[in-house]
């Protein structure tokens, strides 16, 4: 890590560990905030992860969970965009050479 | 290009008699020095140097410093510059490379424990070659935020960025250490990324200017990607025209980035120097003011009225400045951040199933969150992407508007501790919209808060309207001094 890798960050007051989500501070906003998970979520997230060969902690899918919801509502705005039929998320060029 | 005339809003035009008596804090400043003859490359590179062990400490800046190979490049400098070889305005410049590109000199972590050490043995990336081509001193690497998107991260063994104008505060990321640096003179400028506002949110929270150029105009190949298709390399400088110095240098093609476009023929500081593509500087552009509810509600009365302050420098420099709402807004600044963590999520699954507790908690979370986005739905993210870049165009070539304008975040530098929940949420920046659109975007220096930390103005552009939107930005500064205002921590 060249010529400071002492980890002095670590003894000076650092970030803490509260607030919302989002991400624009400085704070850790993926620890837990709020009161519990909907079941359906949890079991939602779990498998998803599972599907993709992640293996978090527990709390750590709780945390995700507690996310899940606003992810979906934001995910949820753009398919209520008519798109039309003619626009493709990439163009492929067969032709491309480099 | 700067207007000789002072205005309102108490803010007076930077004194030339000034700066001619202090040590260079601008590139132009500093390539004018070591042509006059007033100070060497080396003597630079040595007062840099001397800043970065005085304020390292305290700022976390760096990652990797490479001492001994920046004083030999600028002693050969100098020595070339004596003997007649000006490779331009970099030549003997004491520069700085954000820690997620590759430089030849030492290895690149990202601020990562888990990124593999052979990652960088590629040497230089395009663009840091490009720069070492026109005679840069490569300083070193600096810090960001895990993988350039993780947050200040107390239980790994990397520094945390802390900001010159007060170090209880962010520096903004994810280009922090080349934020803070260029902030507090240990660097005159230097690398930063940008897939959702990483350049131009520490360069509003720091008090300096960044440039997010178009897409594709600057290769991004030897980057640690993040977003591959919202990712961006520019500049971050104390000015505009040390800016377009700089894209001059970086931008064009290069066969290794298949997203590289032509870049446009002029110089970009050529554009600057002669006040944009007119001649006129701000004088007859139409500048189209944000007015979107979600924008509005999201600043501090603070922001608000520095950006009414900058609205009113605008104008007065004979600009038309017209209300505008951009179509699909939101979903241009949420689509950047839902993409990219798909995107994310692509190149990092096997080291987050192999490693996952070396990634740091936010970074793992963020990232892994792309596992929670299907294939369907990022095709619609994008297909919407697509409309709602055609809209923003049609609304500027409908209203004949050359330039958009608004504030680049909300609020100014955060606490690390204490902050405001309105100042921390998503709704509070104001920059990954234009990564959507890949247009460019630059932050400029714009006035202060209640606490006297920095705010930032941004200027976009049409695609590759750098030129344009630099010189639009040489037009503010040159009526204005905020950007060269120091922080109490600074060389």
Known sequence: MGDRGDGSGATRRGPDDAGPVGPVGPVDQTRSTGPGVAADDRAAVAALLSAAGLDPPADEIDRLADLHPGLRRSVERFHAVDAGDGSTAAIFRAGEVS | M??????????????????????????????AAIRDGSMTSLDLTRACLAAADRLDETLGTWLA????????????????????????????????????????????????????????????????????AAGAVIVGKTTTMEFAIGRPDTSKPFPVPRNPWDPERWTGGSSSGTGNGVASGQILGGLG?????????????????????????????????????????GPMTRSATDAATMLDVMAGPDASDRTTVPRPPARFADVVERGGPSGRGLDGLRIGRLVNPELLDSCAP??????????????????????????????????????????????????LIDRWDDYGRPTRLTIAQGALISAGDLVQIERVRHVARARVLELLDDGGIDLLASPTTGWAATPFTGARPEAIAITALHTPAWNSTGFPAVSVPMGVDDDGLPLGLQLVGRPLADGLVLSAADGYQGRTDWHRQLPPLHR
């Open chain 2, 193 to 233: 990324t940008d897939t959702a506002g990483s350049v131009r949110l520490p360069a509003a929270f720091n008090g300096i200017t960044g440039h997010k150029p178009t897409f594709g105009l600057v290769p991004k190949s030897g980057c640690v990607p993040l977003g591959l298709s919202y990712d961006h390399v």
């Open chain 2, 65 to 132: 410093r490479f001492d001994e190979s920046a004083l030999t490049r600028a002693a050969r400098a100098d020595e070339e510059l004596a003997a007649g070889h000006d490779l331009g305005p970099l030549h003997g410049v004491p520069l700085g490379i954000k820690d997620i590109l590759r430089t030849d000199e030492g290895p690149t972590t990202a601020q990562s424990l888990v990124l593999d050490p052979s990652w960088g043995d590629g040497g230089d990336a395009p663009v840091v070659a490009r720069l070492r």
């Open chain 2, 2 to 31: 700067t207007d000789p005339a002072a205005t309102s809003e108490g803010v007076a035009p930077s004194d030339s008699t000034a700066a001619a008596t202090r040590p260079p804090v601008t590139i132009a400043e500093a390539a």
């Open chain 2, 302 to 351: 603070a922001t608000t009225a520095a950006f009414d302050a900058a609205i009113g420098q605008l104008a007065d420099g004979g600009a038309d400045v017209v209300e505008v709402l951009v179509p699909h807004y939101r979903e241009l600044s949420t689509g950047a951040f839902l993409a990219l963590q798909a995107e994310a999520f692509a190149w990092h699954r096997q080291h």
